[in-house]
């Protein structure tokens, strides 16, 4: 199945890494079938208008505010029993995924974010695409869609 790309914008926003712990993710299994995507970016001055929030001071551009799989009339999340997250997957990658995907709650580490983006939405891409059928290949497929349809240009 090939699956499509949507961008969807919000104005409102909604990381230092650590590899000393593997995240046992929670499920609710479902039937439904992902075919298309939902990818969002966010301004983080107006996430922090509307919750506490701290802006890293390397961030000064629209974030991503995640990628999500969806099925029709169906939002999915939280899809496979026994997926974890793993840090030290993405730890390449991780002074990128500070700049374009932080956490801007006060006080969460971007690792429990990205965590919860990986366990919430990135378990639901897993059989999507070939470009989002492991953890390393959901977030360098975000990143990737970020530098492609950056609001920023």
């Not at 961008?7 to 890494?17: N, Q």
């Not at 000393?20 to 939902?38: G, I, N, R, S």
């Not at 799989?69 to 730890?91: E, G, R, T, W």
Request: aromatic share 16%; glycine share 2%; charged share 20%.
């Amino acid at each position: 199945m090939s699956a499509k790309y949507f961008i969807g914008l919000l104005i409102f926003v909604v990381v230092s890494p650590s590899n000393a712990w593997v995240y046992q993710c929670k499920a609710y299994p479902t039937t439904k079938k992902c075919d298309h995507f939902m990818f969002s970016q966010l301004w983080p001055p107006t996430f922090c208008k509307i919750e506490k929030c701290s802006i890293p001071t390397d961030v000064n551009t629209w974030t991503i505010h995640g990628l999500w799989p969806d099925a029709p009339n169906y939002h999915l999340s939280f899809c496979y029993p026994k997926q974890v997250f793993d840090p030290n997957s993405i730890m390449d990658i991780t002074d990128k995924l500070q700049l374009v995907w932080p956490s801007l709650k006060y006080n969460e580490e971007n690792m429990y974010f990205w965590q919860n983006e990986w366990c919430k939405h990135g378990s639901c891409a897993l059989n999507c695409t070939t470009e989002t059928d492991s953890e390393r290949n959901y977030f360098n497929k975000t990143v990737d869609l970020n530098k492609k349809f950056s609001i920023d240009k």
